[in-house]
């Protein structure tokens, strides 16, 4: 019952996804079973789905800790309880981000030697994408926790990603080891100290160029980052419509110039990359943005089955309990 | 002696100030006599200027407090001491930042009230331009902190920008009033409670669009955000090259909107408005890109003169005392 469009996108990218991969497994969904059935075909299609009933939705204003005391029987709990009862080997879902994170960590619990789970997001550069971990999720961080991103992230990125010792760099306000809030001074050092692929501190004008491929931050600066540059596009349009009043040649250059900025701006836009893994949890728990669409369900659900045959987080146990 | 051009640019901005006023003001070159000397006209020219030698000079990759201990006659240290006996009303430099702030505050003072003097910064926006303050110079900020650069940036933007009751706004995580890291949630009841137009949180989605005149959040976040918003523009430039690979025809347009594109996203080079001020010290210090161009300096002059007109340490006393 995630995101605006559900349950409609939901079902239809679930749906694209166990065609295009002919059944390779099952969906379950999660949700109130009427209005389940609507979005579903009405004669069987053969496909490998099956559907639990669940009451309640989290909307999207709803605060977390709240709604899932109150609302029991939401989507969103009972998905991943299936999931933390074994009925299902990993959880999607375009829902409350703070809900499923919040869930997330409740039901399934952390890995051991994770002191806080993370998300973290894609962000284009020029080298393809890099991973900003926390994204938001945690806000107030102390060093330990933001070693434990940079690690996690640099996991999951080897793992899906396929890149060998990913670079991870620590976002400070300058590139010299000395640099930083007290909390990116520490963290510098318990990075340093780690068998990561450690560069150092990157500074804001790095994320965009690829200098690292995983990004560690708090929540706070992450989240703030990662809006800021989901704005870019829409600035530019207003800015570029108000530089294009001259002449008729600049007009329709401008109009031919549309369609190559979109699609040099498309990656900016991060939901593209289909989800982002809550880290740090004994389980898989994908969360997708609102405006998801089938695609990007489908994309979601198909990472997901990725990261479970990969077991991305024993490695992180492993990691964290060696060092 | 600051900035990479120097004193090139900084003797040519001066002059031009100078000419396009009339002499309405003097101008008081601090440096080695000898090589200011080599920049100016050889025989007397009729301008309002004079020469104070200063022997040493603190470079960009200086750290600022050793700097400022070891050269004691640097151009920088000599040029606020002048301003603080009275032999000077304001302070200009596009030098090593750090040893600018330290210096005003070590030799100027800060203002009765002030806990922390800042550096703000300009960033383009729909609507024009905002202030982020902090934009580096405080990395560890508590809420009273925030409230003071809420208030100093107000002051500023009202004063200088002629905009009545700015919009501050509180860069966070999400709009609702409970969001954030400690520090901002704390931040935002001080300046709640104050007389600021305080619109509330902002997310960093709200920057571009010109949604607050001032922005408040620590010199960590601010200055990530800084220097992110400069990269975008050669960022944009490589994204589009690898769009336009396609016809003839696209290569054309392409080549007749870089000039369009080049102008719209001319504005995210902050360094443009010339110059940033130290806000909370007694004085008027401001700092310039280490890129300035003549033109910036003439601008930083000229905004130094007004600010010191303006009197806008007295207005911030004033206001930090009653509230």
Redesign the interface.
Known sequence: MGGDFAPTNVVAGALEALRETDNRFEVVFVGPEELLRRELPSTSSGDAYSIVHASQTIDMHDGATAALKQKKDSSIAVGITLHREGKADAFVSAGNTGAVMSASTLILGRIEGVSRPTIGAFFPT?EGACLIVDA?AN??CRPRHLYEFGMMGSIYVQEMFGIDRPAVGL?N?GEEDSK???A?KEAFALLKASKLNFIGNI???????GKANVVV?????G??????????P???K???K???GGGI??K???L??RK??R???K?LDYEEHGGVPVLGVNGVSIIGHGKSTPKAFKNMILKAEEMAKKNINRRIQEALAVQ
């Open positions: 020029v938001g806000v107030d976002l306000i930083g809030n007290d990116a500074e804001g004008r790095d994320i965009l160029p931050c708090d929540g706070f600066v989240n703030v980052i990662l809006k800021f540059g989901e704005s870019v829409s600035f530019l207003t800015r570029l108000a530089h294009t040649l600049t329709l250059a401008a031919m110039m190559t900025l699609s040099a701006l990656s």
